[in-house]
């Protein structure tokens, strides 16, 4: 069983267009995230979500915006997508963070602009 | 934001030779981890260390975490192709226990 999965795996699709993508785990964990993977392979935190309720949000364009239906599942749905979209999507969870937390990663989407 | 530099950026070598890979920051550190990325992965855990000075092995791994909590090391011993992949240290800090991560390290074993 896939710990952390999500959907599409690819996505190529037009400027202007707008997409979701969507992630499920079955780990139990109350925290989810959102981490943005560039062409030179900087992972950047987006969203953190904790029982469904959003408490990080770095300077991420309002045209991305997280959905957390339940404690299992955080979605990302962007409007708008621009060329500097493009780029590896990874969603995560883990349990209740503290220092010690291992975040679990799901397999990415990789997203492109064209 | 707090920022993680890792060093080497790249790192091509033989089997059977040793490697450091470097993460430092100016920042303290509640912990520090270590990752690895695959291609078409995300990223997998490989150590936590949250205590200063902290030596961690894992087989042919050491970790290392320095003194003052900004900084952390990793060693590998007779580096094997199997070891090819992306390293990436995180750092969590006491506020929002969320992982920041360095660049990376892109590390490739010929045999």
């Known amino acids: 069983d896939t710990a952390v999965s999500q959907t599409p795996k690819y996505l190529v699709t037009q400027m202007g267009n707008d997409k979701s993508i969507k992630c499920e785990q079955n780990?139990?964990?109350?925290?989810m995230y959102w981490y943005k993977q560039d062409s030179k392979k900087f992972l950047k935190i987006m969203f953190s979500?904790?029982?469904?309720?959003?408490?990080i949000n770095e300077t991420v364009p309002n045209r991305f915006s997280p959905k957390s239906p339940d404690k299992a599942h955080l979605n990302l749905h962007i409007n708008s997508l621009e060329l500097g979209d493009s780029a590896v999507y990874f969603c995560?969870?883990?349990?209740?963070?503290?220092?010690?937390?291992?975040?679990?990663f799901g397999q990415g989407t990789r997203l492109t602009v064209v | 934001t707090q920022l993680l530099e890792q060093s080497p950026q790249f790192l091509s070598i033989q089997e059977g030779e040793n490697l450091t890979v470097y993460c430092n920051s100016s920042?303290?550190?509640?912990?520090l981890q270590w990752y690895r990325q695959e291609p078409g992965e995300g990223p997998v855990l490989l150590v936590t260390?949250?205590?200063?000075?902290e030596v961690k092995k894992l087989k042919r791994l050491t970790f290392q975490f320095g003194d003052a909590r900004k900084d952390s090391s990793l060693h590998i011993t007779a580096a094997q192709p199997g070891d090819t992949g992306l390293y990436l240290c995180?750092?969590?800090?006491?506020?929002?226990?969320?992982?920041?991560f360095g660049r990376g390290t892109s590390l490739i074993v010929h045999p």
């Open positions: 780990l139990g964990h109350d925290t």
């Open positions: 995560a969870s883990s349990q209740v963070p503290d220092r010690a937390i291992e975040a679990f």
């Open positions: 979500y904790n029982n469904k309720e959003l408490i």
């Open positions: 260390v949250v205590t200063g000075g």
């Open positions: 920042s303290v550190f509640s912990s």
């Open positions: 995180a750092g969590i800090s006491g506020g929002s226990y969320i992982p920041t």
